[in-house]
T-cell receptor
Framework: GAGVSQSPSNKVTEKGKDVELRCDPI?????LYWYRQRLGQGLEFLIY????????KSGLPSDRFSAERTGESVSTLTIQRTQQEDSAVYLC?????????????FGEGSRLTVL | GESVGLHLPTLSVQEGDNSIINCAYS??????FIWYKQESGKGPQFIID?????DKRQGQRVTVLLNKTVKHLSLQIAATQPGDSAVYFC?????????????FGKGTKLSVKP
């Protein structure tokens, strides 16, 4: 498809399990962002990738969270030993960056529920 | 559009009225601003943007106003429709800043009454 694709769309897991969330950005977009959104709240920045530069990990809430991106393609967000407070929608966005970041194109999100 | 506690502030308007959603941004060096709309169960979508060398920009039924003196951004929606009901986020671009240069505001929920 032409948009940002995220999978799974819904994930229910038990406390203590690891989860992997996947993001397929728009082809050619060099910048990729991950955000967390708890129910009824705003966007919480997690991590940002720009081309082959070192990612900005300043938003990752703990060392249980990690993300990878190979080149300018797919990204995976991994949450280890999930806790109930990790329950949220995880949004991925990509953009084609120039002087200004331009429009961010968001996926529909992966809704994570930790029981 | 200021955050109050953990819940999003809500603006309730009558269908057909004009809506004004406000946002206070944090850094005077920010040079680019964007408004996003997020409908329930979906990812945010771009509405309109404005560069810091402008005070006003108009789109279809929407206008963004930028007041750099007081670091204030507003989104005006003309003739608000039920389909405008959503959460609206402002974002500021700070070149060289963290978070990929793009800082999102807390969001405002717009509720349109028929």
């Amino acid at each position: 498809g032409a948009g940002v694709s995220q999978s799974p769309s819904n994930k229910v897991t038990e406390k203590g399990k690891d989860v992997e969330l996947r993001c397929d950005p728009i082809s050619g977009h060099t910048a990729l962002y991950w955000y967390r959104q708890r129910l009824g709240q705003g966007l919480e920045f997690l991590i940002y990738f720009q081309g082959n530069s070192a990612p900005d990990k300043s938003g990752l809430p703990s060392d249980r969270f990690s993300a990878e991106r190979t080149g300018e393609s797919v990204s995976t967000l991994t949450i280890q030993r999930t806790q109930q407070e990790d329950s949220a929608v995880y949004l991925c966005a990509s953009s084609s960056r120039g002087y200004f970041p331009g429009e961010l194109f968001f996926g529909e999100g992966s809704r994570l529920t930790v029981l | 559009g200021e955050s109050v506690g953990l819940h999003l502030p809500t603006l309730s308007v009558q269908e057909g009225d004009n809506s004004i959603i406000n946002c206070a941004y944090s850094n005077s060096a920010s040079d680019y601003f964007i408004w996003y709309k997020q409908e329930s169960g979906k990812g945010p979508q771009f509405i309109i943007d404005i560069r810091s060398n402008m005070d006003k920009r108009q789109g279809q039924r929407v206008t963004v106003l930028l007041n750099k003196t007081v670091k204030h951004l507003s989104l005006q929606i003309a003739a608000t429709q039920p389909g405008d009901s959503a959460v609206y986020f402002c974002a500021e671009n700070l070149r060289g800043g963290s978070q990929g240069n793009l800082i999102f505001g807390k969001g405002t929920k717009l509720s349109v009454k028929p």
